[in-house]
Each structure stands twice: as structure tokens, then as C-alpha cells.
T-cell receptor, first 114, second 110 residues
């Protein structure tokens, strides 16, 4: 059983389009995250949600809008895609979001904007 | 703000060599410290962690000790294998936010 799953695995699209990435976790965790990993492997947090409530929003452009319909799902919608949005996006979850918690990562979604 | 500095890669070693990947952090208070590993084409997974000073985390032959006095959490392994080839991330987590280092790519040659 996959603990944290993301779809799609690959996403290739044109500049200006709108796209969504979906994430689901079956671990019963309360907290979910979105990270962006650039071409140099640098990993930066974008958002976190705890039980459907936004906790962290790291100065991400408002073209990015996370949505959490329930605590097992955290989707990421991106409007008006730009070349600089090309990256690998990782979803993750943790039990409660506390500092000692381990985060469990999905396999990533590689987004390529042409 | 909190930050993590780890040694630049790539690091290339022969099988059975000793490994050290340095990691230092800046953070107020008493953060938890982690090493995550990313194998090719996969997401990150926890390798080990330590939640208080002098704790030693260990897993799969890797070890790291939480050194509050030097604000370090260096990753060590006595004898690396080809299967250890991956990108290793040091991370500090305080409250609800985790800050990752830039990652160190490790290549192990047979």
C-alpha cells in the first residue's frame, strides 16, 4: 500500500495553462505539506495544512492555491503557469506537524512548463 | 532565521570506504535534527533523526550525533555500499516547519 501518493507523476504543459496536482495519504496523519524541488535539488516548503486548515504559506505566488477537502487529501492548483514553475513537487504528511515528527514523502510530480 | 548548511557534493567514494557528510545548523532553542535520503527517481525518506542534545540517531549503518555545542549533526558510515548512492539532506525542524539543507549527492563506485 502506498502511504503518500501523488498524481500525475509527470506533467508537461504550455506556459499560461492551469494545472492541478493531487495528493492523498492513507497514514491517518493530520498534517500535509507541499514542497518544491528545483533542478539543483534544493527543497523548499510551500504550504502546510493541519486538519484542513492552512498553517504555513511560504510567500508563494498566489497563482498557487492549495486545497484540502479532507485531512487525507491536499491538492495543488497552479494558474497561469510560468517557465520558472518547472520543478519536482513533493507532497508529504506527518502525524501532527510537531517538530519531532517524521515527514513521509510522496514520489513527486515532475512539472515541465514549455 | 533557521538554516542548514551541508557540504557541497558530489561526493564520490569507493565501496567499503568511510563516509562523513558534514551538517551544521543555526536555530534558536532545541530543534529536532534529521537526515533524509532521496534515491534516484524517488521521494525523500527518513534515514535517522535525533530530538535532543547528545542523542545519536542510527539506521542502515549510518549514524549522526546531535551536538548542541557545535550545532552539528554530521552523518557517518563506516563502510559504504553501491546501494548507498543517493542524495542526502540534513534538516532542522522546529515547531511546524522543516528546513532542508541543499543536499549532498553521494556516488559509490564498485
Amino acid at each position: 500500500d502506498t502511504a503518500v501518493s501523488q498524481t500525475p507523476k509527470y506533467l508537461v504543459t504550455q506556459m499560461g495553462n492551469d494545472k492541478s496536482i493531487k495528493c492523498e495519504q492513507n497514514l491517518g496523519h493530520d498534517t500535509m505539506y507541499w514542497y518544491k524541488q528545483d533542478s539543483k535539488k534544493f527543497l523548499k516548503i510551500m504550504f502546510s495544512y493541519n486538519n484542513k486548515e492552512l498553517i504555513i504559506n511560504e510567500t508563494v505566488p498566489n497563482r498557487f492555491s492549495p486545497k484540502s477537502p479532507d485531512k487525507a487529501h491536499l491538492n495543488l492548483h497552479i494558474n497561469s503557469l510560468e517557465l520558472g514553475d518547472s520543478a519536482v513537487y513533493f507532497c508529504a504528511s506527518s502525524h501532527s506537524g510537531r517538530g519531532t515528527d517524521t515527514q513521509y514523502f510522496g514520489p513527486g510530480t515532475r512539472l515541465t512548463v514549455l | 532565521g533557521d538554516s542548514v548548511t551541508q557540504m557541497e557534493g558530489p561526493v564520490t567514494l569507493s565501496e567499503e570506504a568511510c563516509l562523513t557528510i558534514n551538517c551544521t545548523y543555526t536555530a534558536t532553542g532545541y530543534p529536532s535534527l534529521f537526515w533524509y535520503v532521496q534515491y534516484p527517481g524517488e521521494g525523500l525518506q527518513l534515514l535517522l533523526k535525533a530530538t535532543k542534545a547528545d542523542d545519536k540517531g542510527s539506521n542502515k549503518g549510518f549514524e549522526a550525533t546531535y551536538r548542541k555545542e557545535t550545532t552539528s549533526f554530521h552523518l557517518e558510515k563506516g563502510s559504504v555500499q553501491v546501494s548507498d548512492s543517493a542524495v542526502y539532506f540534513c534538516a532542522v525542524n522546529r515547531d511546524d516547519k522543516i528546513i532542508f539543507g541543499k543536499g549532498t549527492r553521494l556516488h559509490i563506485l564498485p
